[in-house]
Structure formats: structure tokens, C-alpha cells
């Protein structure tokens, strides 16, 4: 069954501090996977998109990272500030024409 | 990057009445668009794909007869509440499609309409 898993389910850090956000997939056969922040009351924002074929990419203090042989990618947060604060959602693609959200992650960010 | 946006970005109804939600593609064309709902500290679920000149394509379990989507053209798709209950009540989120699969394009997501039906 294609499905799409993240972990953990909410998250608190402070401020300054790394996180790492989980995302497990069954999805076959893959096409892509993004990373998605959606801040409260607000649709989702684009924040990478991974390729089969890609391990690791950056987008300012964002870091994903995909392993495509265990079906898992991760997304790192340095320096966290208050504005990360938000809902992080991991939307895998397949078959072309296809997608699986996960469930989020919410993390809070406290000062 | 590309612009979605949806009209309005509020909306109070009673019980009964049918509210129309807009979701405009501003800077390209969207072949595709998609309409999800999205419950407190939920994720968003897709209710159904829509495509240009077409009928749209719904998920299991979501009314056609209730949610009815209209994709005129390729800036411009509706969705229609038809007589909302208070269960109706969440937040509709569109996205567009900038291409014609995934391998390649990318999907632009709309702020969202929040709907309360007293």
C-alpha cells in the first residue's frame, strides 16, 4: 500500500537549536519527494524537491536528504528561529501523476 | 516563483446556502489543479483533481454532488459547497500544476479559504 509516514508528530525546540524532521515511504514506483512548510492558517510553501538520483540538497538553513534504496528522507533545520515555527509536510509523487501526503510534523519553535 | 491565489479568504455561511471558492493560477497556465480540505492539526486531503475542459476526478469518499469543480480555464477552477453544513466547515486549499506529471513541474499551492457554515 502506497503510503507516506512522518516522524515524530510535533516537535518543540528552542530557539538556535537543530532538528530533524522524518519522512518514510512505501510509495512505488517513485517520482519525486518535497518538502513542504505550512505555516498556520496558510497554504503550504515549497521548500525542496528531491530526485531520485539526488542524496542531499540545501535551501538556506534547510538541508533534505533522500536515501531511495530504505525509502527515506530527512529534513534538517539548523539555527532554528522562530519563524520555522510551522507544520512540515513531506508529499511523496509517483506513477507520473500520483502523490501521498504525510501526516506533518508541527514544530515549535520557543524563545 | 509562480503565484496561486483563492477567493475569498474567508467566508461565513448558514446552514444550507452554497459558497463558491476561486483559485486563480496569476503568472502561468494550470492544466491541473488540485482541491484539498484540511481539518485542525491535519494534514491536507486531496478532494479532487481538476483538469482544463474536463470532469474533474474525485477521491473516494468525496461527494461530486456536494463539491462540485468547474476548471473553465487554464488560470481559473471553482469549487461549489452545495448547501454546507456546519460539518463542512474546514479549510479549502487549492494548488496548481505547472506542467503534466510529476517528474518535472511543480506544484504552487493557494493561501486557503476558510469556510465556517454556522
Known amino acids: 500500500k502506497n503510503q507516506v509516514e512522518q516522524s515524530p508528530q510535533s516537535l518543540i525546540i528552542l530557539e538556535g537549536k537543530n532538528c530533524t524532521l522524518q519522512c518514510n515511504y512505501t510509495v512505488s514506483p517513485f517520482s519525486n519527494l518535497r518538502w513542504y512548510k505550512q505555516d498556520t492558517g496558510r497554504g503550504p510553501v515549497s521548500l525542496t524537491i528531491m530526485t531520485f538520483s539526488e542524496n542531499t540538497k540545501s535551501n538556506g538553513r534547510y538541508t533534505a536528504t533522500l536515501d531511495a534504496d530504505t525509502k527515506q528522507s530527512s529534513l534538517h533545520i539548523t539555527a532554528s528561529q522562530l519563524s520555522d515555527s510551522a507544520s512540515y509536510i513531506c508529499v511523496v509523487h509517483y506513477n507520473n501523476n500520483d502523490m501521498r501526503f504525510g501526516a506533518g510534523t508541527r514544530l515549535t519553535v520557543k524563545p | 516563483g509562480a503565484v496561486v491565489s483563492q477567493h475569498p479568504s474567508r467566508v461565513i455561511c448558514k446552514s444550507g446556502t452554497s459558497v463558491k471558492i476561486e483559485c486563480r493560477s496569476l503568472?502561468?497556465?494550470?492544466?491541473?489543479m488540485f482541491w484539498y480540505r484540511q481539518f485542525p492539526k491535519k494534514s491536507l486531503m486531496l478532494m479532487a483533481t481538476?483538469?482544463?475542459?474536463?470532469?474533474?476526478?474525485?477521491e473516494q469518499g468525496v461527494e461530486k454532488d456536494k463539491f462540485l469543480i468547474n476548471h473553465a480555464s487554464l488560470t481559473l477552477s471553482t469549487l461549489t459547497v452545495t448547501s454546507a453544513h456546519p460539518e463542512d466547515s474546514s479549510f479549502y486549499i487549492c494548488?496548481?500544476?505547472?506542467?503534466?506529471?510529476?517528474?518535472?513541474?511543480?506544484?504552487?499551492f493557494g493561501p486557503g479559504t476558510r469556510l465556517t457554515v454556522l
Open positions: 494548488s496548481a500544476r505547472d506542467g503534466g506529471g510529476w517528474s518535472t513541474d511543480t506544484q504552487y
Open positions: 503568472d502561468f497556465q494550470a492544466t491541473t
Open positions: 481538476s483538469n482544463e475542459g474536463s470532469k474533474a476526478t474525485y
